[in-house]
């Protein structure tokens, strides 16, 4: 990791009184040490955590000035500072008269690496904690507290700054919202100046009806296996940061022996797309929920929580639709056991 720029401020709007506060330090805070440990564990967070959004910059510019700023950043005709000067006046412009609330601490990166450059934003908040000092007494103290993240965003500078419309990236930035505050979702969202975000919820489902395609005329057991890999290999690259690549995907495959050709799986896939007139793509950003509810059907109500393997269904496990009943036919022992102890007391 080669860290380039670093800066940060506390940030506060408080609607109701229509105040603004932006404190910015009084002098560079470096890149080095302790800024590049920060990044790395910023960053380790922001991909563990689930349901990010992922698209392009708007292509109304005047709604996305961060991509103008950051290609006078790449051609050396802005400098860091101004570019996060002009960041920090168009947070407080998106504020001004909004009724959104937002007190946090705001950090920015720019990370060089082989092939591309990255900017990293997160709004974090301060954690409370206790330590004992050089004479082993209790101290309050103040740190960042990185695991819950407010919201943050990771941009490929290098591919969102591609015109070509055949080789540019649709999916170059990388946003988690904030959560249970709609009103500071959607201003994150638009001071970022990104577009529509993908549906990878759609694109991970027409994937799944593609796997389940695939594995329809196997026998039972391959069947299984080539969909808990599937699954188990796309989680997996999801908790990474990463895209699942169908190549890549089909060659784990074979050396799991789900499948014996290693480029059988992602052929089908290429196909399955032509031949239901699906906009090809060799990779697929994929949605963990969409991705269990695969293996797993659950649903629950007010006083009943059921989850069971979607294989179950048909087997050990029937709906009648007509009735709007399940019946279990094999219940598990503890959940036996439960019953049996709750029918032997007396009313």
């Known amino acids: 990791m080669a860290l380039s720029f670093f800066t940060a401020c506390y940030m506060q709007h408080t609607a109701q009184a229509n105040q603004f506060r932006c404190q910015q330090p009084a002098q560079e805070l470096g890149t080095g040490g302790r800024p ?75 990370e060089s690496l082989a092939e591309c450059d990255f900017l990293h934003l997160y ?36 591919d969102a700054l591609i015109n ?18 709609k009103e500071l979702s959607d201003f994150f969202c638009e001071v970022m100046g990104m577009g529509d975000p993908l549906d990878t919820k759609a694109d991970t489902a027409s994937f799944l009806d593609a796997v389940e395609e695939f594995t329809r005329d196997m026998d039972e057991d391959k069947a299984a296996l080539c969909r808990n890999e599937v699954v188990d290999y796309c989680i997996a690259q999801d908790k990474l940061g990463e895209t699942v690549i169908f190549e890549e995907l089909s060659s784990a495959l074979a050396e799991s022996k789900a499948i014996e050709d290693d480029s059988s799986f992602s052929d089908f896939v290429a196909d399955y797309q032509s031949q239901r007139d699906i906009a090809k793509t060799e990779e697929l950003i994929p949605d963990r929920s969409k991705l269990r509810q695969f293996l797993r059907i659950s649903g629950r ?45 007396p009313d």
């Open 164 to 181: 070509d419309e055949e080789i540019q990236s649709d999916s170059p930035i990388a946003m988690l919202r904030p959560r249970g505050d």
């Open 301 to 345: 109500s007010e006083q009943l929580s059921m989850s069971f393997n979607a294989e179950c269904l048909g087997d050990s496990i029937v709906y009648d639709p007509s009735a709007d009943s399940l019946t279990i036919k094999a219940i598990p022992s503890a959940l036996k056991m439960r019953l049996m102890d709750h029918l032997s007391k």
């Open 123 to 158: 709004l974090l908040d301060h954690k409370e904690g206790l330590y004992l000092d050089s004479d082993i007494q209790l101290g309050d103290s103040l740190y960042l507290d990185v695991s819950k993240i407010i919201a943050g965003c990771k941009i490929n500078i290098t």
């Open 36 to 110: 590049e440990y920060l990044l790395r564990e910023l960053k380790q967070a922001f991909v563990g955590k689930a349901g990010k959004i992922h698209g392009n910059f708007s292509r109304d510019l005047s709604e996305a000035p961060l991509k103008p700023w950051l290609q006078e950043l790449q051609e050396e005709k802005m400098s860091f500072k101004s570019l996060s000067d002009k960041l920090w006046q168009h947070f407080e412009t998106s504020l001004a008269g909004s009724s959104v609330d937002l007190d946090a601490h705001i950090l920015v990166f720019i």
